[in-house]
């Protein structure tokens, strides 16, 4: 659908504001295309053609046009709790969404612009709902799209926890995209057999962008997934934090779901000088391992993540986690964590690094062992895939649903998740020689 000549201008600003803004929107159009985030004609013409400033009026247009979310509504914490996502990040989960001309759509979490975007995919015979909690969210989303001509699309003020049955589709929708942070996916009903979602996905306090398509009642995925991160869910969906602070030690720890975290005994621990067990497994200074923390997440009964105060002065965790929560597990009155040694300058100069386990306590030896272990068989047979593939089964439907750690099983409230490592065979060479466990 191709509407720029018809679309009324927003505020009929001067025409040299507009070619501003057509050619900030080409060149952010030219960048995504060049970066991959964009991979196919439908998607790069949205991006070219919705004025993406006119849903972030009062923004200057080269903050409106960079590659960056644009924040629209604080909590009272000052937290973001609504923004126009960012460009690379749309461009990924549109074409991962697959949309096509006629598709019916469902975007949850709102703003105005992302849903313009779906308007020019699904076409003048296309249906675009989009749906947020917050009514301002709604009442500004229904403003600007009918200022830049795209009042066609359905804009609904609800949870979207609970999806009001009238507005579903009879077969349910072709595409579901959420543009929300989310820990569950009760949108399994609403979505056309067939059909595409599209959703950052909490697992264990790691975001991942995932593209599912739903096949016999279930959702699987089936290309690489985004590390990404979203504005929080609100509602009966928000995901509370289960962290715990260790009594006196500036240190806490995060589990992603009710399981109770004993954390009193760990005091002792957590204020002695920890062994260290080598891995030999080595990471380049700007390569991410957020696969590893995936893997290690689903691996290891009593996962958790572990965060230190920033001001606090706890001595024992050095270093301490840089700017995310390291890996850990519990084992009784001990504990391990992940954390890296730099071991080189790497070949390209940014660093090289070993993975290393730190146990705390008098059994945190063994549990780190126990972590160095799962790293080591990641490195070995799962390293080299491009990503894991991921299954959302309908809680309902599963014969075994409970809490109790199945490895790579994310028991959540509506689904279970189940992360799928393909075995690939990694090098052997790069494996340095694993030491043993030694007290620093
Ligand atoms: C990142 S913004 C959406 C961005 C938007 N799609 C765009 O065009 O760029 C996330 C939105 O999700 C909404 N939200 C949060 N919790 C929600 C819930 N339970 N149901 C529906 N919307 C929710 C927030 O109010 C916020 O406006």
New binding site residues.
């Given amino acids: 659908m191709t509407r720029s000549t018809e679309r009324p201008a927003v505020t009929t600003p001067p025409t040299t504001d507009l070619d501003d803004a057509t050619a900030l929107r080409h060149q952010l159009a030219d960048q995504l295309a060049a970066a991959g985030h964009t991979r196919t004609p439908s998607v790069d013409h949205a991006l070219r053609t919705v004025p993406r400033h006119a ?1 972030a009026p009062g923004v200057p247009l080269p903050a409106a046009y960079a590659n960056d ?1 644009v924040p ?2 604080h909590g009272d914490n000052g937290t973001i ?5 960012a460009p690379w990040l ?1 461009a990924d989960m549109l074409e991962s969404a697959r949309i096509q001309p006629g598709h019916s759509v469902l ?9 313009a975007l779906l308007c020019e995919l699904v076409g003048p015979t296309g249906q675009v709902t ?5 009514p301002a ?1 709604t009442d500004r ?1 229904t403003r600007f799209l009918s200022q830049t001509g795209y009042d066609q699309v359905r804009v609904v003020t ?4 609970h999806l009001p049955a009238e507005m579903v589709p009879d077969g349910g929708f072709d595409a579901i995209m959420v ?2 942070d989310t820990w569950d996916l009760p949108w399994i009903d609403a979505l056309a057999e067939g059909g595409r979602l599209v959703a950052p996905l909490r697992l264990h306090g790691y975001h991942w962008a995932i593209g599912f398509t739903k096949d016999q009642g279930a959702l699987h995925s089936d290309e690489p997934l985004t590390v990404c991160g ?9 995901w509370h934090t289960n962290r715990r602070t260790v009594p006196g030690t500036g240190v806490h720890l995060l589990r992603e779901d009710g399981t109770p975290l004993p954390v009193d005994q760990l005091t002792l621990a957590l204020t002695r000088e920890p062994s260290v067990t080598r891995t030999g497994i080595t990471v380049g200074g700007q390569e991410p391992f957020d696969a590893l923390t995936l893997y290690l997440a689903g691996a290891l009964p009593g996962f958790c993540r572990l965060q230190v105060d920033p001001d606090s002065d706890n001595e024992v965790l050095n270093p301490p986690p840089a700017h995310w929560p390291s890996a850990a597990i519990v084992r009784g009155a001990s504990l391990a964590r992940l954390a890296t040694e730099r071991i080189g300058d790497g070949d390209d100069r940014k660093g090289k690094y070993e993975f290393v386990v730190h146990g705390h306590g008098a059994q945190g030896h063994l549990a780190a062992q126990e972590m160095a272990e799962q790293v080591r068989h990641w490195h070995l047979n799962h390293r080299g895939a491009l990503c894991p593939r991921i299954a959302a089964h309908p809680t309902a439907s599963c014969a075994q649903a409970g809490t109790n750690h199945i490895p790579h099983v994310f028991a959540k409230k509506h689904t279970r998740i189940t992360v799928d490592w393909p075995i690939v065979p990694g090098s052997a060479a790069l494996l340095l020689d694993p030491g043993t466990s030694q007290v620093r």
């Fill in positions: 849903f979310i629209t509504r709790t609504s923004s126009v996502s749309q975007e949850i979490g709102s703003g105005g612009y992302n849903a989009t749906l947020d909690i917050d969210v989303a609800a949870d979207a926890e543009t929300v979203f504005v929080a869910m609100q509602g009966d969906g928000a």
